[in-house]
């Protein structure tokens, strides 16, 4: 049963964009006819991926959006509540929590995902930097299905008011970026060879299935290009090589993408 108490305002999903953000993206938002639905199937969305250690995707956001969350040595959450914004519901056990899809699976199809790679669509099912995933309530989720924004919004109209709504991420590849200071020797880059210190390394999914890679000083805007990117994507996807860029570049000498 859900709890009577009065639904807790728990953490929402990373990068929700101010309403004048999501004005300019609208405005730049390519417009096309929807793809046809040939092929599709949930598993070309390979989820839940293992994030570190035992905890996949969805225990992740479990422990991310949930108040007083208790997880077993499986990282399996065993209590906590959990806040649904699209209907307002305060749930009292992860077995009532689904994690959502905002930009839904089969509408990513319909918008091109059909033509990404495996491993870029794997990224976005799993994407935890971007607002894409959110804890609510099995019955809303089921109610919202693979409905766009525009076929379908919560009960809790609060929800749409107070949080404007996010475009989808088509046009906003998968990423990981971590801060990490490099080794002895730094990181080589093509624009201004090596850099040194404590810098911000961001690793983004190309939809050829390839991934590039820049590097910036910490709290600075621009960007360099690590050489060597774009890398070639492992098997085990965006946060396995993620991983091994910041691998390199803790050991520095002149790091450089992997091949």
């Known amino acids: 049963m859900y709890d009577a108490a009065p639904a807790l305002a728990g953490p929402g999903p990373p990068r929700v964009p101010t309403a004048s953000q999501a004005l300019k993206e609208l405005q ?3 417009v096309a006819a929807p793809r046809p639905m040939t092929g599709y199937s949930r598993a070309k969305f390979p989820h839940w991926a293992i994030q570190h250690g035992t905890c996949d995707t969805r225990e992740t956001v ?3 959006a949930g108040q007083d969350v208790k997880q077993d040595a499986k990282c399996r959450a065993v209590s906590g509540h959990w806040h649904s914004p699209y209907d307002n519901l305060t749930l009292t056990s992860a077995s009532q929590v689904d994690i959502d899809h905002l930009v839904p699976l089969a509408n990513a199809w319909r918008s091109g995902a059909d033509q990404w790679t495996t491993a870029t669509r794997k990224a976005f099912a799993n994407d935890l930097n971007q607002p894409q995933l959110l804890a609510v309530s099995a019955a809303s989720n089921r109610a919202k299905g693979d409905q766009s924004p525009d076929q379908w919004m919560p009960k809790n109209h609060d929800y749409c008011h107070h949080r404007p709504p996010r475009l989808p991420p088509m046009n906003e590849l998968p990423q990981l970026a971590s801060q990490v200071t490099a080794g002895p020797g730094g990181v080589m880059t093509d624009e201004v060879g090596v850099i040194t210190g404590d810098l911000t390394v961001t690793t983004t999914t190309r939809p050829d299935g ?4 820049t590097v910036e000083y910490t709290g600075a805007e621009e960007r360099y290009v ?5 890398s070639p994507m492992p098997a085990g996807g965006l946060s396995d090589l993620h991983a091994t860029v910041l691998d390199r ?3 520095g000498q002149a790091a450089t993408a992997p091949g």
């Not at 390839?210 to 890679?213: F, L, P, S």
């Not at 690590?226 to 774009?230: A, D, I, L, V, W």
């Open 249 to 251: 570049v803790r050991v």
């Open 28 to 30: 730049v938002l390519p």
């Open 62 to 64: 479990l422990a991310r």
């Open 226 to 230: 690590m050489t060597g990117s774009p």
């Open 210 to 213: 390839r991934a590039d890679i």
